[in-house]
């Protein structure tokens, strides 16, 4: 079950099989391998072969598109209508949504088959993907160790042939630090490029949507139904979405690529660091220039991120109060019982934490001190980026500092889980288009390289992805599936 779309697109052409087949295909697949690795919450067996079945009505009509009949996973923070929509959380065990996201009503229009909801961090607050109702789920590469988080559930079905491919997103790395982790590519967009209508919010300022996939090129064949604007999100932006896939063959001799020496310093392994300079000289073989720049406010990402996210989560969360949706506590005795337990209930202890501090930064007398000044530094961490882009087309660098970790090594100390984001978190302070792709392997586990695009360069970037990919066989390696 290693198929990429763009296979699946020929062969539903070429009627090698039908939708109805490949869709039975990766359901004995997950009913094989979900049960170890996890990655699903929800599967939508019957609907799937419904759909499936119309899809193969649609191509045998002549009218197919482009993710006609091709199976998919949706992370569980995108709203699906009628199915249950649970964002990691036991707050939302019971909420089957009423609507669907404007992605998910994309990818419908275009008669693609959802296989099912995947597992995640709650809230998708997490970066190892420990923090879910549902459990762990297992890195399949080594069941012993995390897929990365927040979309680990994502990441984790793609590597391990459970779906050709998946929507996650990546509010300071949920896309990218689990792609890395698990093998796979991913992409988070320009903010404002995909729409968050219907994505259960966690920090609104950087969360954004985007597909994981084995290569570049089915992620632009994803991104192209998911991105451009949409009128009931206020942040998406006017503006026309080109074609990324017919970008996809340009040469990128002369590129200019950015090597911002803060992220190749103290923090980063050494295992991971010598496969990121091996793609960096595949990238000079292939007539890149590579620059050497700096990106000073670097270190201040993880601080600044976790005042911004965590201050938009306090006040994104409020809403589940036991009142309107999601888990409402046994016979309250009154209006503030049933809030202080249906919250105390509803959620777990990552995202406690985080209210508990999102509330006391946005508190009066801490305002100033902290969510204003954490603004302030938000300011100069994208300027860092406005000069680095005068310089380069494209920034490269390691996506995590180190491959996945052991599952339970770092659930003690969230500061060090908060660290494993210090490469991707600033290009969401930013609002910056970013990748992950397969690079190499250390001591046998997926290392992830990072691609950094200027605004709304998403195609360039996938281009830049795509060509590493044409002179390189990593992304195409799979575990193996016991
Ligand atoms: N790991 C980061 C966090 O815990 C980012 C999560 C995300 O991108 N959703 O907040």
């Not at 490949?22 to 004995?28: A, F, G, P, R, V």
């Not at 202080?340 to 501090?357: N, Y």
Request: with cysteine; proline share 5%.
């Amino acid at each position: 079950m290693n198929k990429t779309i763009s296979q699946i697109q020929q062969g539903l052409a070429k009627k090698e099989f039908s939708s109805v087949e490949i869709t039975q295909d990766y359901l004995t697949a997950i009913k094989q391998h979900n049960p170890a690795i996890n990655c699903y919450i929800s599967v939508t067996e019957d609907l799937a072969l419904q759909q499936a079945k119309a899809a193969d009505q649609r191509i045998a009509s002549g009218n197919a598109q482009a993710l006609t009949g091709v199976p998919l996973a949706h992370k569980d923070v995108f709203c699906t209508d009628g199915v249950k929509t649970s964002c990691g959380s036991k707050m939302l065990d019971n909420f089957v949504a009423p609507y669907d996201a404007t992605i998910i009503e994309n990818f419908k229009a275009e008669d693609s088959v959802m296989l099912g909801k995947t597992n995640m961090d709650e809230f998708a607050m997490g970066s190892s993907n420990e923090n879910s109702y549902y459990g762990i789920v297992a890195n399949p590469w080594d069941n012993e160790r995390v897929p990365g988080g927040s979309s680990g559930g994502s990441a984790a079905a793609v590597a391990a042939g459970l779906a050709p491919a998946a929507t996650g997103t990546d509010t300071g790395g949920s896309i990218r630090q689990p792609a890395a982790l698990c093998g796979v590519t991913g992409i988070k967009p320009t903010y404002g490029r995909v729409s968050r209508y219907g994505m259960i919010a966690f920090g609104s300022s950087l969360d954004q949507g985007g597909p994981f996939a084995r290569t570049a090129e089915d992620c632009a064949i994803l991104l192209q139904t998911m991105a451009g604007f949409d009128q009931r999100d206020s942040t998406s932006i006017v503006q026309p979405v080109p074609d990324y896939s017919t970008s996809l063959g340009n040469n990128i001799k002369g590129l200019k690529i950015g090597l911002p020496k803060e992220y190749f310093a103290e923090g980063l392994d050494a295992g991971v660091a010598s496969v990121i300079e091996s793609a960096i000289d595949e990238y000079r073989k292939l007539g890149a220039e590579i620059i050497e720049i700096s990106l000073p406010n670097t270190k201040f990402s993880i601080p600044v991120y976790y005042v911004v996210a965590l201050a938009e989560c306090s006040s994104n969360l409020s809403r589940f109060d036991g009142v309107r949706f999601g888990h409402r506590c046994d016979s309250p005795v009154d209006l503030e019982d049933l809030y202080k337990r249906s919250r105390a209930e509803g959620f777990g202890e990552e995202v406690k934490r985080r209210i508990m501090l999102g509330t006391y930064a946005l508190s009066a007398g801490y305002y100033d001190a902290y969510y204003l000044k954490a603004q302030q530094i938000r300011r100069l961490i994208k300027q860092d980026f406005e000069q680095a882009f005068k310089k380069v087309d494209v920034i490269a660098g390691p996506t995590t500092p180190e491959v996945a970790f052991k599952l339970g090594d770092k659930t003690d100390d969230p500061v060090s889980m908060y660290l494993q984001d210090i490469y991707t978190i600033s290009l969401n302070l930013a609002g910056l288009p970013g990748m992950s792709i397969p690079a190499g392997f250390s001591q046998g586990l997926p290392v992830g390289l990072q691609l950094i695009g200027n605004y709304f360069d998403e195609a360039r970037l996938l281009n830049t992805a795509h060509q590493f990919q044409l002179s390189s066989d990593w992304h195409i390696q799979t575990p193996e599936m016991k």
